[in-house]
């Protein structure tokens, strides 16, 4: 829905701008050819510049021609009506400056207009409606518009001048107006002087104040990690290694557990804090100092008229920085924020909302002045109002996907988001550096006020189609959770981000958690399990061999079979826990994960193979963790929060390898929590299989090679098969039956890992170096079993 409004919309921007920009061609206006313009009624001769000044660099411009005509030369004098059209029919529908001034000019906006010449009238005004207005008491000089009528404007622009032969400058010009002008006064020049020590101290005191606090958080997190063994955990490190070392299972095992389980929680917990802190609030101080760097000087200057134009340039120029300043800004939020990221794209929103009702204000009030300039205004509305439909098209599809989907996805929201503002930024950016060569066509690009703010205009837009690039802000992030962060950290937060994304705040429910998990551990026996509970919700359902499913809210029964380690609810209420019983932590010897995809046949006959070892060996059943008969359907959202707490309290990993397990991404999730609750990767036995048609025998493959077991399956695969399987992985193309579970889940891998090329190693080695290892001690096994064949011989 969003995405294809989104492409209308930009589609419409793309033709308002390129007829916005044929129109301004179009009224671009002539220049003169710089010949004297002879009035024969008043006995004046005028002449206007091919190139732009100030209203001070119109002095030196007319004084320049004085010195070529060897006549006295000034800014012009229009003191009459016969003057006034005289002169704008002959400047070719040009805005060009007069030599009309404002002195003194704290007195009101009409008070103070003289020329700047003498034997001029100075009784008479030709200004436009509602002129002069001194906007925020920066106009005091005049400007002719292309019908002749007078506008008060800033002295500091630059447009073309109106010189008069034989103009002599009056003295009360060049003793007070001059000095005004120029800037050259003792309170110009001192109030000047102070505004730039105020914008350049204060900002950097402030970018050095947020670092200093960006600093000591960093600090404090530290310090906190230092003690976090005994403050947080509850158990040391050499305690935690007596408690790993203890065989699992017997007296106080559920104890060990729990600990373990706690002291893993709460060292993601504090990971999780840091990276966050570490880039986030990094990200967010950049992006606030940035912006201050850019408004202060509009504001010194428009509000307190007190910023240094000749020493600074234009107070629009350092605006040119907010572009990257929003960038951080998106950056900084991540994708789990449901809260900020709909405050970002409604501020977004509205921000675009003002600039569109702004810049079409512009249009209306210069469209009397300069009516290319009036053109370009009204063309940045349009492509404001149709960026700011876009930004609304967002919100309109977060509300969509909520009552579709019964939930609301914030990464799809900041996607979105992302996708708009680069979109538009390109545009924009693309727009307003093709109306450089426009403006300078005609005459000197150096001469022209708006080549400055305009090319860093265009430069700075295209920040958002570079920074928001999906490579490049997958890159960035990346990088930035790297610096000052171990992979051991990363790969924690990931751990606190499921948990907290389900269960709220990881410090504050550790112990929540822990006690809601101890008292709703259950397993089940393997006499209680059956084919048909591996088959899919859909599948069961043409066999009529369920009544009803109910869907939770990660690891679900998929819909027509299409997740891994999915839940379906069997015909009980309590989603078949009548088969189920409870248990203490560390009482199971097997968490079950498999794809809910893979044929239920072959998974059967592979599960079978292994509990038939298992009872060999052990003489019992195992008993195992099903999520679909040991999940209470009715706290389903409790459950999953306190998913990598019932992880720990299995003895190991029974992975279901089947065709489409790699492609899980809920699969592959439930594989990195139980290493990442500290559970080494021998405790994690993988039952290959393949489809129904393949029938050759394999082995069930145990990591611990001593407990290794061969048996005969109908799986047809191998561990190669598992780990070629895993060798292509990648999350952003793994998929989940519910598709706000893949955003959640994705979300959670971005925020911690800045990317997914970090993950996406991880699973693919998960189990190429195993490979290796299996082959070697298979090939040991091998070697053996012949010498001792050749020694009974």
Request: aromatic share 8%; proline share 5%.
């Amino acid at each position: 829905m969003a995405p294809s409004l989104l492409i209308v919309l930009c589609a419409v921007s793309a033709t308002i701008s390129l007829v916005s920009l044929a129109r301004v061609l179009a009224l671009r206006p002539r220049r003169p050819t710089g010949v004297w313009l002879d009035w024969a009624p008043g006995n004046r001769s005028y002449y206007v510049t091919s190139s732009r000044h100030s209203h001070l660099g119109c002095l030196t411009a007319c004084a320049d021609l004085s010195q070529e005509e060897g006549v006295p030369v000034a800014p012009a004098c229009v003191d009459s009506a016969e003057a006034s059209t005289f002169v704008a029919d002959r400047t070719a529908g040009q805005t060009i400056f007069l030599g009309h001034h404002q002195w003194p000019n704290d007195r009101g906006a009409s008070v103070g207009w003289r020329p700047a010449t003498l034997d001029c009238n100075a009784s008479y005004e030709n200004w436009l409606p509602s002129e002069p207005d001194d906007l925020l008491e920066m106009q005091d000089c005049v400007a002719a518009s292309p019908g002749g009528g007078w506008s008060d404007v800033g002295c500091e622009r630059r447009l073309p001048c109106l010189c008069q032969k034989g103009a002599v400058l009056s003295e009360s010009f060049a003793a007070e107006a001059w000095m005004h002008l120029s800037g050259r006064g003792a309170s110009t020049r001192g109030r000047g002087l102070f505004g730039g020590c105020i914008y350049l101290l204060g900002c950097s005191v402030l970018t050095l104040a947020l670092l200093c606090g960006w600093g000591a958080l960093r600090m404090r997190d530290s310090y906190a990690a230092a003690k976090e063994d005994t403050r947080q955990g509850g158990i040391g490190r050499h305690r935690e290694q007596q408690l790993r070392a203890q065989p699992r299972g017997g007296e106080g095992g559920a104890a060990r557990h729990v600990a373990l389980a706690r002291q893993e929680l709460s060292r993601a917990g504090a990971a999780r804090r840091r990276i966050r802190v570490r880039v986030q609030m990094l990200l967010q101080v950049l992006g606030i100092s940035s912006f201050f760097w850019a408004f202060t000087p509009l504001i010194l200057s428009l509000v307190y008229r007190i910023w240094p134009v000749q020493a600074l340039g234009s107070p629009v120029l350092p605006m040119a920085l907010c572009p990257p300043a929003v960038c951080l800004a998106i950056l900084s939020i991540r994708p789990s924020d449901s809260r900020m990221v709909l405050g970002m794209v409604a501020a977004n929103t509205l921000l675009v909302a003002f600039a569109s009702l702004l810049m079409a204000f512009a249009g209306w009030r210069t469209h009397l002045m300069d009516e290319g300039l009036s053109e370009i205004c009204f063309a940045i509305a349009a492509i404001d109002s149709a960026v700011c439909l876009a930004f609304c098209s967002v919100l309109v599809d977060a509300v969509w996907w909520r009552r579709r989907q019964g939930s609301y996805s914030p990464r799809r929201a900041l996607l979105l988001h992302c996708d708009v503002a680069r979109y538009a930024g390109g545009l924009a950016g693309c727009a307003t550096l093709a109306y450089l060569p426009l403006r300078a066509a005609g005459e000197d690009p150096a001469s022209d006020e708006h080549l400055m703010p305009v090319l860093l205009g265009g430069l700075s837009l295209l920040s958002y189609p570079c920074f928001l690039e999906p490579q490049v802000r997958a890159a960035a992030l990346s990088a930035l959770c790297k610096t000052g962060s171990t992979a051991e950290e990363r790969e924690a937060a990931v751990l606190a981000g499921l948990v907290a994304g389900r269960g709220g705040s990881v410090a504050g429910s550790v112990d929540t958690l822990l006690q809601w998990a101890e008292s709703h551990f259950r397993t089940v026996s393997f006499d209680q399990l059956a084919k048909d509970d591996f088959v899919a919700e859909g599948d069961a359902r043409a066999s009529s061999k369920r009544r009803s499913s109910a869907r939770r809210g990660s690891l679900l029964s998929p819909q027509g079979g299409s997740d891994g380690g999915g839940v379906c609810e069997a015909a009980n209420p309590h989603g078949g826990q009548w088969r189920s019983e409870p248990r203490a932590m560390g009482q199971c010897d097997a968490f079950i994960s498999h794809s809910w995809s893979d044929p239920p046949g072959p998974k059967w006959a592979a599960l079978s193979a292994w509990a038939e070892a298992f009872e060999e060996e052990h003489g019992r059943l195992p008993t195992v963790w099903l999520d679909k008969l040991c999940i209470d359907q009715r706290n389903v959202q409790e459950a999953l929060a306190c998913l990598p707490i019932f992880l720990a309290g299995c003895d190991r990993l029974l992975v279901l390898a089947g065709p489409t397990y790699s492609s899980r991404l809920w699969c592959v999730m439930e594989l990195f929590t139980f290493l990442k609750m500290g559970a080494p990767l021998e405790r994690i036995t993988v039952l290959p299989f393949a489809e129904p048609s393949a029938r050759q025998p394999s082995r069930a493959i145990s990591f611990n090679a001593s407990r290794a077991a061969s048996t005969d399956t109908p799986a047809g695969a191998t561990l190669s098969d598992v780990a070629a399987s895993f060798a292509s992985f990648d999350a952003a193309q793994a998929r989940c039956a519910k598709p706000e579970d893949r955003q959640a889940l994705l979300s959670v891998i971005e925020e911690s890992f800045g990317s997914f090329g970090e993950f996406n190693l991880w699973a693919r080695r998960v189990f190429a170096e195993q490979v290796h290892i299996d082959r070697a001690q298979h090939r040991v096994r091998s070697t053996m079993h012949t010498l001792e064949l050749v020694s009974s011989v």
